[in-house]
């Protein structure tokens, strides 16, 4: 069973700043994909950005980055240019291939990093 | 259509009491998802339907858990006899796309806060 590990329980950032999330994670597969959700308070979450472990390029949306290392089973999520808006919990999530069958489409999470943003 | 919905919102009951919550996925979605999400963790995957079909349940918690997707279009999650330990956030996603085929983005509803006094 493919498990995500993220050992921040909570980071704090001043407005403006740059932060980094720490993902790892644990599998034998050689095809998946990771995510990052990000869900505000008494709010659904939402997807932040996504990786496909095929691609050696790292995945970028806006303000918000990903360090994918494979071989390392790291995947961290940068956030550029923190606003307020970004304070919220932070999951990162595993999905094996769609060729792995049975549960393999339910994402797998970590527990969860709280971002906090100073003004 | 504006998201995943989920009713109801909270639900507050006794030991003993069966209880089931409803989901309505976006429209054109074909796949469902339930979660349950513990105060402190991530949710974590218990059962997803393609259409009426459930094609993964082997997660589902104990067999006092069971979904349903009768028509392919909303969900129903059913606790019986619950338990204080069932008290947490149930949590549907929804998604388009086919079995084998290409991944599609998982849409989260605001979930179903279990209290189980």
């Known amino acids: 069973a493919q498990t995500v590990t993220q050992s921040q329980p909570e980071m704090s950032v001043q407005e403006a700043e740059t932060v980094t999330l720490s993902c790892t994670y644990d599998t034998s597969e050689s095809d998946y994909y990771l995510f990052w959700y990000k869900q505000p308070p008494s709010r659904q979450m939402i997807l932040v950005i996504r990786q496909e472990a095929y691609k050696q390029q790292n995945a970028t949306e806006n303000r918000f980055s990903v360090n994918f290392q494979k071989a390392a089973k790291s995947f961290s999520l940068k956030i550029s240019d923190s606003q307020l808006g970004d304070a919220a919990m932070y999951f990162c999530a595993y999905r094996s291939s769609p060729w792995a069958g049975g549960g393999a489409d339910g994402l797998t999470f970590g527990k969860g990093t709280h971002l906090i943003i100073q003004p | 259509d504006t998201g995943v919905s989920q009713n109801p919102r909270h639900k507050i009951t006794k030991r003993g009491q069966n209880v089931t919550f409803r989901c309505d996925p976006i429209s054109e979605h074909n796949r469902l998802y339930w979660y349950r999400q513990t105060l402190g963790q991530g949710p974590e995957f218990l059962t997803y339907?393609?259409?009426?079909?459930?094609?993964?349940k082997s997660r589902l918690l104990s067999d006092r858990f069971s979904a349903e997707r009768p028509k392919g279009s909303f969900s129903t999650l059913e606790i019986q006899r619950t338990e204080q330990g069932d008290s947490a956030m149930y949590l549907c996603a929804s998604s388009s796309g086919t079995s084998g085929g290409i991944y599609n983005e998982q849409f989260f509803g605001p979930g179903t806060r279990l209290t189980v006094l």
């Open positions: 339907f393609q259409n009426e079909a459930q094609l993964e």
